[in-house]
């Protein structure tokens, strides 16, 4: 069974950075895939970024393209969330997923364990 505890969220202005981490415990983590996703209240939750078991392939949203980082550190079973050039429509409670499989995957379903989110509120 894998834990997953993200961190590192708060209270930022529009165009701030802030980044985002998510420790791995209780598993092998340089085996899983890793994702984040958000939700901002009243929506549903949305993929955002995902890296791969080893780091080598990443993808994004296209609303988080450019402005978004997702790296991971195996050593230390810890995936991180750079955020910059934030925007109000960032705002949401941020989660960490983690796929078994290893693999690339964009949707809920295909990811086992989740974090109990961390908020980012954006103020403009």
């Known amino acids: 069974q894998v834990q997953l505890v993200e961190s590192g969220g708060g209270l930022v202005q529009a165009g701030d950075s802030l980044r985002v981490s998510c420790a791995a415990s209780?598993?092998?983590?340089?085996?899983?895939?890793m994702g984040w996703f958000r939700q901002a209240p009243g929506k549903e939750r949305e993929f955002v970024a995902v890296i791969s078991y080893r780091g080598g392939t990443t993808y994004y949203a296209d609303s988080v393209k450019g402005r978004f980082t997702i790296s991971r550190d195996n050593a230390k079973n810890t995936v991180f969330l750079q955020m910059n050039s934030l925007k109000p429509d960032d705002a949401a409670v941020y989660y960490c997923a983690a796929d078994r499989w290893g693999t690339t995957a964009t949707a809920e379903w295909q990811y086992e364990y989740w974090g109990q989110g961390t908020q980012v509120t954006v103020s403009s």
């Open positions: 209780g598993g092998t983590f340089s085996n899983y895939g």
